[in-house]
């Protein structure tokens, strides 16, 4: 079944199975696997409603989520049989897709994890959710840069099935750990993703973040949100945006470059079934970036567009006290900030002390193993300065979106 647009997304599983006995303690992943039933009854319910892409019940199924629940063997066995419940319940008629989560880990400062960590967590996810045979990836709720290019570069190095990303934010347009979304496009869509957008907020919190993001998007549009705001009921959350009510601001949606609808939280298959009905004879919009001849690079936080002949001032070294250098680049004329990469202790460095830089970032290298190593740890888009050869920097532009 190819992607053809728009396209229709489920809706909640979540808040789903919570009505259908689920009480929170276990995972549910472990629950899904001991109530099958349950999961199938609620993906056949959503294909029958319009669905065209079903996502596999493994939100919690990396190996860190796993683990705090007491699974420590086997991770990509448990998404396997989780993903093998989600192709009985597609029966043909819809797309599976492999659903990743948050790890809930953090780099330094906010937390001690080592990137290496979070694409490990994945890695083993994406082992089981291939051996199942999934069609493509989501990456969803997305709250980080690191998570969202550790599941970005966890898929790729297996498989190049098609990967849509979704990030959850305020109205603000930033999540919980303040990355901007439009940094997170900026950062992904030239890593290899397939489609990118938002989930788990209200439409009317989504729409102004979307309309920001036609301007600089080259990949197709996702909304996913919830129905409504929660409501709690004798200590439940209780979300009573009736389908009517959630299909309404389709029309501006399609004119802001969404092609993928689906639901979150709160959501059912009559949410699915009004987003159908609205749909009907929708015309595919396709990305109008606004930006071209600007460079679009991304630090964690915020995204940057460049002209051209933009430029920085000193090229930084790591050695000595780079996070004095860096406090003084930051408050410097210069546009960016340029950092030399020349041994392994320098990379180190930049993975220590990223959080602080809020210009775009240049790194100057010689060395294509060094290189690569850098833009691993750094958690955005960073250009290039150096005598590399075209040969030696092509698959770092395809991997990593290296600007040069």
């Known amino acids: 079944m190819e992607l053809r647009f728009p396209l229709i997304l489920d809706g909640a599983t979540g808040t789903e199975l919570q009505r259908r006995g689920y009480t929170g303690d276990i995972s549910m992943e472990q629950w ?93 996810q994406v082992a089981g959710l291939e051996e199942a045979g999934v069609d493509l990836y989501v990456i969803e709720t997305m709250i980080s840069l690191s998570d969202a290019r550790a599941a970005v570069l966890a898929v790729r190095a297996v498989t190049d099935k098609p990967i849509f990303v979704t990030f959850a934010c305020d109205g603000n347009g930033r999540s919980i750990s303040g990355t901007d ?88 298959e009559e949410h699915i079934a009004a987003l159908k009905a609205a749909l009907k004879d929708a015309e595919y919009v396709r990305p109008a970036p606004e930006c071209l001849d600007l460079l679009p690079a991304a630090t964690e936080k915020e995204a940057f567009f460049l002209p051209a002949d933009a430029t920085h001032g000193a090229v930084l070294t790591a050695d000595g006290d780079l996070e004095a250098k860096l406090s003084d680049a930051m408050d410097d ?17 930049l993975a220590d002390y990223q959080y602080m830089i809020r210009k775009p970032l240049c790194l100057i290298c010689d060395d294509a193993e060094l290189l690569e190593a850098g833009l691993r740890a750094y958690q955005g888009r960073a250009l290039y300065e150096g005598n590399l050869t075209e040969d030696a920097l092509a698959p770092l532009l395809e991997k990593y979106g290296l600007l040069v």
């Open 333 to 349: 004329e210069w546009p960016m900030v340029a950092l030399k990469l020349a041994s392994w202790a320098d990379v180190d460095a």
């Open 32 to 124: 899904t696997l001991a109530h099958p039933d349950s999961i199938r009854e609620l993906q056949r319910g959503y294909v029958d409603a319009g669905s065209r892409v079903l996502y596999t019940p493994t939100f919690g199924g990396n190996a860190v989520r796993l683990a705090a629940h007491g699974v420590t063997e086997d991770v990509a066995a448990y998404n396997r049989r989780l993903a093998a419940l989600t192709r009985e319940a597609a029966g043909g008629r819809a797309l599976v897709a492999g659903d990743m989560a948050p790890t809930g880990l953090f780099l330094p400062p906010l937390g001690g994890a080592s990137f290496q960590q979070l694409v490990d967590a994945y890695a083993q």
């Open 181 to 268: 979304v439009t940094a997170a496009l900026t950062a992904l869509q030239d890593m290899g993703i397939n489609a990118f957008g938002l989930n788990c907020s209200t439409g009317a919190q989504m729409l102004p973040q979307l309309r920001r993001l036609r301007a600089y998007a080259r990949v197709p549009l996702i909304a996913k949100p919830n129905a409504g705001m929660p409501e709690i009921v004798n200590g439940e959350a209780v979300y009573n945006c009736p389908p009517e009510e959630f299909v309404a601001l389709v029309p501006e949606m399609l004119k802001a470059g969404v092609v993928l609808f689906g639901g979150c939280c709160g959501t059912t």
